[in-house]
Nanobody, 119 residues
């Protein structure tokens, strides 16, 4: 029973910060690639950040220098720390994982958590 449980979304003022968490269960966390996508109203889902094990990271250009992705293998959890938030960051944020050794093309998704940034 594979499950991703996301938390930490909410409402924040522009320029503020917010931290998201995604706890995984039912998988061997250490062999996964973890990351985040987001989807704003009326727009396509877009890539935000990704982290491997032991911790190579990739960021979308739009969030570089503002967002930080990290993981804690002991807690089976991936995090997204979001600083200097902008109204255009408003979206539903989705956690995902991928197991490259099994299928490098397949992502598995969490349920999403809403992030709203006010002007």
């Amino acid at each position: 029973q594979v499950q991703l449980v996301e938390s930490g979304g909410g409402l924040v003022q522009a320029g503020g910060s917010l931290g998201l968490s995604c706890a995984a269960s039912g998988i061997t966390f250490s062999i996964t690639v973890m990351g985040w996508y987001r989807q704003a109203p009326g727009k396509q889902r877009e890539f935000v950040a990704e982290i491997t094990n032991p911790g190579s990271t990739t960021y979308a250009d739009s969030v570089k220098g503002r967002f930080t992705i990290s993981r804690n293998n002991a807690k089976n959890t991936v995090y997204l720390q979001m600083n200097s938030l902008k109204p255009e960051d408003t979206a539903v944020y989705y956690c995902y994982y991928r197991i490259p050794a099994i299928d490098p093309r397949k992502n598995y998704w969490g349920q999403g958590t809403q992030v709203t940034v006010s002007s």
